[in-house]
């Protein structure tokens, strides 16, 4: 109990916890009181406020990448949806219906290791378009990107991408082999370079140790 309150405290004012002392917090037996902690640290940096990001899935299947958690790649068999680069139309129809609804961000999501130049222009069409007909903040989340065509999206408007780092580096390599976390690390970099904000998740329950 008072590691946690410790901790508590220095991030409070702060500080970080380190790896190891993190370690120690999976194994505390007073759960109820970690939970607590962390709800008053949730509360003190964010207060009670949830940020919405309605995402449209602009481009469906048939990626070449053999991500074991993802049901878009062409190794897996799965009965999702397939279709090739939404049209502009749909895009923006969805967008509009959404911030009516109450949505600030709004995202076009893209299977894929990355965007041919080709799409990449279409799907900056759409973001044009949305800058001047609505008051979104406008998000992307498209695969492994380099700087230039980060730099293309945030001239049209893209403030906020997303790309996860699903699990830890050491463990990585066992969910995926067509690409390294090196590249998303890459891609997460070149967006802070151009200045966007950065969304990054993962996946817990994927086979890794609580390590």
């Known amino acids: 109990m008072s590691l946690i309150l410790e901790l508590e ?11 190891e002392e993190a370690l120690l917090l999976t194994e505390a037996p007073e759960k109820e009181a970690l939970y607590a902690a962390a709800d008053r640290i949730r509360a003190h ?8 990001c309605s995402i449209v899935n602009a481009r469906s299947g048939r990626c070449s990448e053999n991500c074991k958690w993802c049901s878009q790649s062409k190794f897996h068999q799965t009965d999702i949806e397939v279709y090739d680069l939404i049209e502009p139309e749909t895009a923006v129809r969805q967008a509009l219906q959404n911030e ?5 961000k709004f995202s076009l999501v893209t299977s894929g ?6 799409h990449l222009e279409k799907l900056c069409s759409i973001y044009d378009t949305l800058r001047t007909r609505s008051r979104l903040e406008l998000c992307a989340s498209m695969g492994l990107l380099d700087r230039e065509k980060m730099q293309r999206l945030y001239d049209s408007g893209i403030r906020n991408y997303h790309c996860n780092i ?12 067509t690409h390294t976390i090196e590249k998303k690390e890459q891609t997460l970099r070149y967006a802070r370079q151009v200045g966007m904000k ?3 998740g993962g996946i817990i ?3 890794e140790t609580m390590a």
């Not at 009516?100 to 600030?104: E, F, M």
């Open 9 to 19: 405290d220095r991030v409070l004012k702060g500080g970080q916890v380190t790896y």
């Open 205 to 207: 329950g994927m086979g």
């Open 198 to 200: 950065r969304c990054s």
């Open 45 to 52: 940096f964010h207060g009670n406020r949830i940020d919405l």
């Open 166 to 177: 699903e699990t830890a580096p050491s463990y990585f390599a066992r969910m995926c082999s």
């Open 113 to 118: 290791r990355t965007i041919s130049p080709h």
């Open 100 to 104: 009516q609804a109450g949505v600030k």
